[in-house]
């Protein structure tokens, strides 16, 4: 699998962030959730269908890739490796009467994917996500798709802390909301201090500097951990980038003893066409698709993403479709006190890769 500091996975996602913010600057001050590892597999899909050229060369610069091969490797072992997976689940499918046979057979022997030669229809498209996200996501498609192809992966991770948050230190607490402090709002502050987590681990993986405070609370599953990041007084959680993300990683100390406060949350973000978003970043929305079937070319990119964080731990849901037309020495303990916006991250420890990204800036539980 994929172990580069530096892989694709984090640098699309921050580059989703980034586009998201460009596009919808009213939404700056809201909530945003994210996962990557959806929209990459439902390009790699995409990619097996493309003709190499201009179309091919759009979704390799999309997801950040050099070649087809890399892009299909870290869909394909994310597809394959999760064996638990009442902790993370991957599933991709494919609705279209259009597809060519080599298409259909490598989308199924390479990501493990559904193929329904069928026209699609919402109400079963819908029902297969829900099923797939164990009900988390419903309703991603509000009328049914043109005739062509729709492309769906649906992710859904769910798993408990290494060590639960204890309910009896959650507190009521002021939350900032907006980095200078204008405007606060109460919530539910959680709070877990060192020794944490069983006897291997006297404490957290920790990172800071002058900009950011990053603790890493680990699941009860060791592949997967959460990495939250505070920006320091002044910093704005929009400034982050993936080479930042790296730097944490590298430069963390282990067994660092502190204590790490974070309200409860959870987060929706709603059907969001990225159609724009992804044409901005470089896919090639007319393009020759010929390789999945006659006539096909990009009509439209919907992603959806609900992530709930409590005291017991986190579970999380996306789906993604794309649907084709036709045509150092001993330190102090630490203290990080999530109080303003900040970054939530899930994880996969194996290959540093992102699965979820969230920027929680007004913490609410509806």
């Not at 939250?228 to 929009?238: N, T």
Request: some cysteine; overall charge negative.
């Amino acid at each position: 699998m994929n172990t580069d500091p530096m892989n694709p996975i984090n640098l699309f996602a921050f580059a989703l962030l980034d586009e998201l913010q460009q596009e919808c600057p009213a939404d700056r001050g809201s909530n945003t959730v994210v996962s990557p590892l959806s929209l990459f597999q439902t390009m790699a899909i995409a990619a097996y269908g493309a003709q190499e050229g201009k179309t091919l060369d759009g979704l390799l610069n999309v997801t950040h890739v050099d070649d087809l091969e890399k892009l299909c490797d870290i869909s394909r072992d994310f597809s394959r490796s999760n064996a638990d997976r009442d902790v993370l689940s991957c599933a991709n499918a494919v609705w279209s009467s259009h597809l060519t046979e080599s298409f259909t057979d490598d989308v199924k022997a390479n990501l493990n994917a559904e193929v329904f030669p069928e026209a699609p229809h919402k109400d079963i498209i819908n029902s297969w996500v829900e099923r797939k996200t164990n009900g988390m996501i419903e309703n991603l498609l509000s009328a049914d798709p043109p005739d062509g192809a729709t492309l769906v992966n649906a992710v859904h991770f769910k798993d408990q802390w290494k060590t639960s948050f204890m309910k009896s230190f959650t507190k009521e607490a002021d939350f900032h909301t907006q980095q200078e402090g204008e405007a606060s709002m109460k919530v539910d502050m959680m709070v877990a201090a060192s020794p944490y987590g069983d006897t291997r681990q006297k404490g957290f993986d920790y990172y800071a500097d002058d900009k950011v405070q990053v603790a890493v609370v680990p699941y009860a599953h060791d592949d997967y951990d959460a990495v939250i990041a505070l920006p320091a007084e002044g910093v704005s959680v929009d400034n982050f980038v993936a080479r930042d993300f790296d730097v944490w990683c590298e430069g963390m100390q282990h067994n660092k003893e502190g204590s790490v406060s974070f309200p409860k949350f959870k987060v929706e973000y709603g059907v969001r066409d990225m159609t724009k978003l992804f044409e901005r970043m470089g896919l090639v929305l007319d393009g020759d698709y010929s390789k999945m079937g006659p006539g096909l070319e990009v009509g439209s990119v919907l992603h959806k993403a609900v992530m709930t964080v409590d005291e017991e731990g986190t579970e999380a849901a996306a789906a993604s479709a794309m649907m084709m037309l036709t045509a150092m020495p001993i330190d102090p303990p630490f203290h990080m006190v999530c109080d303003r916006p900040f970054l939530f991250i899930v994880r996969h420890r194996p290959t540093n890769s992102i699965v979820f990204i969230a920027k929680i800036k007004e913490p609410t539980l509806v």
